[in-house]
Structures are given as structure tokens and as C-alpha cells.
């Protein structure tokens, strides 16, 4: 951002709040919620970025992505869609045992499963239940004075199963296959098992492979960081090797647990910035007008086609905007959105279990300066599913 656009965010951020009219930006976000708000503007070819910190992260700071996760698997899904890997309407019975099948049925349920397509666990109509209120919380793997990992990690399958170690309910069949929207972090589990199984690789492989090194995204991973690559979020802290943003509570207090991990890699596993964010979503926006897009013209109408109102293939959308939203334990909270028409789209990202409530303000105050009326009144009022899943 150019000095006199950042001037005016930050006097848009700070009017109003509850400090002295000296207070810093930061000092304010602190005080709204959050150490860092890490954010990126995408306005024709440019990507803009920039990072409000009271520590020592910056624009190449990765953050937790949450549930934008889901999203991004689902460009990996349409890449292999256009490989001949998988095939939208499909029936999950194509690629997975009988036995994984049955295991998602209940006696009210049962023999409905094999019903369920690609395209509806990726729309989330799939039937298939929540795994609990929390959704997937995620594992404390940061390691104890003894160095030992504090809980153990399921596999996919156990998580998807509910199985010691999980801490998460089991996924199961609830409704009719494509009858009733359900957001369902589950479903995209299934569909992690059914992309691993019938590519014989891990996701996180597969996703650098056929998505984040041709964009050169080189800020996204589905991986697990190390604990040394993690920034202290203090004014006197150093930035990690790896330059991984820690989780807070609020502005000024750190999580116990600096993240948590994912096995649902493909519903709440990623780490990346806003500036990767937007160079994916530039690629789709280009493919929906460009017949040499990253993907064909065809699909990526397809992957944006609404199947249910307000729900796309895995993107929430309305008739001008796509885009989600984004919160994991114990302290992350996101937002992604884009136009259907034109080269424009905002990513914002923060580090706190509070900070929903920050980049609610950044995001009002860049709409205003940006003249982005439409994207202001999606977020507002547009989706009361993607509120649901943020937080007020």
C-alpha cells in the first residue's frame, strides 16, 4: 500500500477507539484483539500487501488458513478433475472400499452413502454431519520440558472415525445424499481420503505439486511447522526461522499451545499469507475469463457454480463475490473474498481467538477507501453461514 492510503486505514482503524488520540495502530488492534492483522489487497494485476504487528511478524509471516482450507483443496480437486483423476459427479463408491463407505452409515442410513458425489462434498450437501460443536479443534503437539509431544496425533482415518487418539466425534451419514446443505468439515476429510487413495500421495505433496509451485505460491504449505520456526509475538521478540505467527487469546496474552495441528489437512490444515491467498484467487478470476487460464474456463465456472443458495464448490458466493472465512483453535480467525467480474480481492488474517472482531473494522475500513460497496454488503449481510463459522 502507498504511504497516504496506509495513513488513512490507520486513521479509519484508530478513530473511535478507547485509547488516546496518540495511540499507535497497533496499540489499538491490541487493544480491539489482536498483536497482528496481516492483510493483502489484489486491484487489477497488483497484489498489495501489509502487516500491522505489535511483534515481529511481517507480510511473509505464515498464518493458520482454518477453514480457507477447504477452498484451496478444492482448486487441487478441479486440477485432477482436469487431469481425468477424478470426475465431479462421481460417486465416492468409485474410489473408496465398501468397507469405508458402510463405516459412514448409521442404521438409518444405511446403503445411502454409496449416493454421496465429489460435488457434494465439496458443496457441503453431501449429508454428512459436523464432527462436534467445536468442529476440528486440532492436537497440542507442542512439545513439554521433557521433550515430548503433550497429546498424540491421529491419522485422517481415526479422525474420521472418532478413534483414540481423535477428540473429535465420528463422521456419519445423517441426511440424503445432496438434500440439505450441512457444512461439514468431515466431508472434505472423506474427500482427503479419496484424492491420497486414488493419487497413492499425501495431500500436502500433492497440493505443492499440482497447485502452490506452478502459481508460486511459495508461502503455503499443509505441513506441520517445527516449534523453533515459531515467532514470539512481543516487541522484543525475534521472528522464527520459519517465520510461523503464534496463536493469542486476545491483543496481548499467547496461547499455552502456540497452534494446534490438523490431520483434516484439507478442511483446516494450511498455512499461508495473504499475499499466496490472493495470487490463487487472481489465477481463478483469471481462468473464468481467460481461455489459458490455470484452469480451463469450463472448470472454474464449474468449481463457482452455486449448488445451493449462497454455496459453491467449497466458496461461498453470490452473484458479484466469492469467497470464505476462516476459524481454528486456539487462536486464528481469517477472511478471504474476491469479485466474480474484475480483478479485485482482499485477504485478511490474524493470530487471536478474538480477532474476528479486528479485521471486521480493517475490512469496513478498506472497503470504504477502496469504494468496494458490493464486498461490504456480502460480508455484512450476504451469508449467515460464513458469520456462523468467523464469529461476530
Known amino acids: 500500500m502507498d504511504t497516504e492510503s496506509l495513513i488513512k486505514l490507520e486513521r479509519l482503524i484508530t478513530k473511535n477507539a478507547r485509547l ?16 497482528t492483522v496481516s492483510l493483502a489487497i489484489l486491484d487489477g ?26 477452498p484451496v483443496a478444492s482448486v487441487l480437486t478441479f486440477k485432477l478433475i482436469e487431469a481425468g483423476k477424478l470426475s465431479l459427479h462421481a460417486s465416492i463408491a468409485e474410489y473408496l472400499p465398501i468397507s469405508a463407505i458402510e463405516a459412514l452409515e448409521t442404521t438409518a442410513t444405511k446403503g445411502m452413502a454409496k449416493f454421496i458425489t465429489i460435488s457434494q462434498l465439496l458443496s457441503h450437501t453431501s449429508g454428512l454431519e459436523t464432527s462436534g460443536s467445536q468442529g476440528f479443534p486440532g492436537y497440542d503437539v507442542s512439545k513439554n520440558a521433557n521433550g515430548h509431544y503433550r497429546a498424540a496425533l491421529p491419522d485422517l482415518a481415526e479422525a474420521l472415525e472418532g478413534q483414540w487418539p481423535s477428540n473429535t466425534l465420528p463422521i456419519r451419514l445423517k441426511d440424503w445424499p445432496g438434500h440439505v446443505f450441512n457444512y461439514s468439515g468431515g466431508g472434505m476429510g472423506v474427500l482427503q481420503l479419496i484424492i491420497e487413495a486414488v493419487m497413492d500421495a499425501p495431500l500436502a505433496e500433492l497440493m505443492d505439486e499440482h497447485v ?26 525475534k521472528q522464527g526461522c520459519g ?18 495441528v490438523n490431520p483434516e489437512q484439507s478442511a483446516a490444515g494450511l498455512w499461508t499469507t495473504p499475499s499466496d491467498l490472493l495470487t490463487l484467487v487472481s489465477a481463478i478470476q483469471t481462468s473464468l475469463h481467460a481461455d489459458t487460464g490455470f484452469l480451463p474456463k469450463r472448470l472454474a465456472a464449474s468449481m463457482l457454480i452455486e449448488v445451493q443458495s449462497g454455496m459453491a464448490h467449497a466458496w461461498f458466493i453470490t ?74
Open 319 to 392: 452473484p458479484d463475490h466469492f469467497g470464505h472465512g476462516g476459524s481454528n483453535m486456539p487462536g486464528w480467525k481469517c477472511n478471504l473474498l474476491a469479485s466474480l467480474t474484475n480483478k479485485r480481492a482482499l485477504a485478511v488474517m490474524t493470530n487471536s481467538a478474538e480477532g474476528a472482531k479486528v479485521f471486521w473494522k480493517v475490512q469496513a475500513a478498506l472497503f470504504y477507501l477502496l469504494g468496494w460497496e458490493k464486498a461490504s454488503n456480502f460480508c455484512e449481510s450476504k451469508n449467515v453461514y460464513w458469520h456462523a463459522i468467523i464469529g461476530p
Open 243 to 260: 517465520n510461523y505467527a503464534r496463536a493469542y487469546y486476545n491483543g496481548y496474552t499467547s496461547c499455552e499451545a502456540p497452534h494446534r
Open 20 to 35: 488516546s488520540s496518540h495511540a499507535s495502530v497497533t496499540s489499538v488492534l491490541q487493544d480491539l484483539g489482536t498483536p
Open 45 to 70: 494485476e497488483k497484489i498489495l500487501p501489509h502487516c500491522f504487528t505489535a511483534g515481529s511478524d511481517d507480510t511473509s509471516t505464515l498464518f493458520q488458513a482454518c477453514s480457507i482450507s477447504k
Open 212 to 237: 502452490f509451485k506452478p502459481l508460486g505460491m511459495k508461502r503455503s504449505m499443509y505441513v506441520i511447522p517445527e516449534e523453533d520456526g515459531l515467532n514470539d509475538s512481543t516487541k522484543e521478540g
